[in-house]
């Protein structure tokens, strides 16, 4: 059986970056005005008014400084508070095409590939820009990639399947070069007039080129294994969807972008993962002291403090656990992706880490490297 290594990965950051402190501001002014809308149904007592948002409690509660974001100028505006991306002729790459395609150029360049080496494409993302084509088969156009493509949404755990679904791929032999992608413009699905969520996510774009060890570049990554697991849950959830034309009165209700009950997931998704690292590295008859680092999914910096000190029994170092979402904020499946690509280049051959996932579904994903000579 043929072994899958990563060959090399690539990031696409967006220009633009939002500060909490701006953030916060254009949320206050928007929950300001709307107060001042709803004035007559306030003193009414039928209606809430909007408390105003802390810079303070976005980083406690969550590490987040900063996102970048295709958009900045309408995420901000009071009277918008959400990208504004304008459509495109059907001539002309898509926007999410495009950053895939950023991306992807990185990793085949640093594989020394173009993009005819690639027979498979996948995009894996939490959100397709629409029904069809396929994301993936712009993608696979684009780059001049023979072979097939085609889409998967698995959330924040996206990537981890779609390496998995790639390593496999290999493993039987139905494709020798697998590129897949992750645009995530998360700004899209997120209600920037939710107190509760407007930090959470930014907008970047990852891809990783899995690909046979026969053909691989020096410097490549061994996949050791790979695990996924998924189990149902409402809490973190998002409606929007083709169905939604046929209840119109439905359409812009909040449970049409990104919502969840933070906590809950908290709780629950700790452990799952914690229990579920333990048993891959069981499984390959590894400890955790084998592991040089965790690049973890990037959603909550307290989250992963206890998924590290659980699996390692005591506190992990900034090296052992690298955090990115400080200045990216979540960026669903691309966030351990962006962790791996900013923080392997101390790795001497034979040194091993693990790419781990979480999100919703819930879903989560495990995948093991080493690196080789
Ligand atoms: N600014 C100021 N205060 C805020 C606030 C904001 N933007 N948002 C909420 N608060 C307040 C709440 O009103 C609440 O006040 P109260 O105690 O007076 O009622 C308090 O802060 C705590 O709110 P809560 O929502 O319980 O915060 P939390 O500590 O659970 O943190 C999350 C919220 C979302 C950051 C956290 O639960 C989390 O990250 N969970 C995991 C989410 C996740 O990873 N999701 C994955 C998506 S892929």
Redesign the pocket.
């Known amino acids: 059986m043929t072994r899958p290594v990563i060959s090399s990965t690539g990031l696409f950051t967006p220009a633009e970056s939002v500060s909490n402190a701006e953030l ?1 501001a254009s ?1 206050n002014a928007w929950a300001d005005l709307w107060n001042a809308d709803h004035r007559a149904e306030i003193e009414a007592g039928t209606a809430t008014p909007k ?4 810079v ?3 980083e ?3 590490g987040i400084k900063s996102r970048y974001v295709m958009n900045k100028s309408g995420v901000i505006d009071p009277g918008i508070m959400a990208p504004r991306l304008p459509e495109r002729p059907n001539e002309e790459i898509s926007i999410l095409a495009e950053i895939a395609v950023k991306a992807a150029n990185e990793a085949l360049s640093r594989a020394g590939r173009s993009g005819s080496d690639v027979d498979a494409v996948l995009c894996a993302a939490s959100n397709m820009q629409r029904a069809y084509p396929a994301m993936a088969v712009e993608v696979q156009d684009a780059i001049g990639a023979k072979g097939f493509a085609f889409d998967m949404n698995v ?2 755990s996206s990537a981890t399947f779609g390496i998995q679904t790639a390593a496999d791929f290999i493993r039987s032999g139905s494709a020798r070069s697998v590129l897949m992608v992750n645009p995530e413009i998360c700004s899209g699905h997120l209600n920037f007039t939710d ?6 996510f930014g907008d970047v774009a990852t891809a990783v080129l899995i690909e046979a060890e026969d053909m691989a570049p020096s410097g490549s990554w061994t996949i050791l294994g790979t695990n996924l697991k998924t189990q149902f849950s409402n809490n ?1 959830r998002n409606n929007f969807g083709f169905l939604n034309r046929t209840a119109p009165e439905t359409v812009g209700a909040p449970d049409k972008l ?1 919502i ?1 009950e ?2 809950k ?2 709780r629950e ?1 700790v452990p799952m993962v914690a229990s579920m690292i333990q048993s891959e590295l069981d499984r390959l008859g590894m400890s955790a002291s084998d592991l040089k680092r965790m690049w973890l ?1 990037q ?2 910096a ?2 992963n403090r206890l998924i590290a000190e659980k699996v390692l029994g005591r506190e992990a170092s900034e090296t052992e656990s690298p955090t990115v979402l400080d200045q990216y904020a ?1 960026t ?1 499946s691309a966030g351990s992706i962006i962790a791996f690509h900013l923080h392997s280049g101390d790795f001497m051959p034979g040194d091993r880490g693990l790419i781990c996932s ?3 579904g819930y879903s989560a994903g495990t995948v093991f490297v080493q690196k080789s000579a």
């Open positions: 916060v949320y408390t105003h948002s802390s303070e409690f976005i406690k509660a969550s959330a924040c107190r509760d969520s407007h930090f959470i973190i990104f969840q933070g906590r997931v908290f998704v999914h959603a909550n307290n989250m979540n669903s979480f999100g919703a």
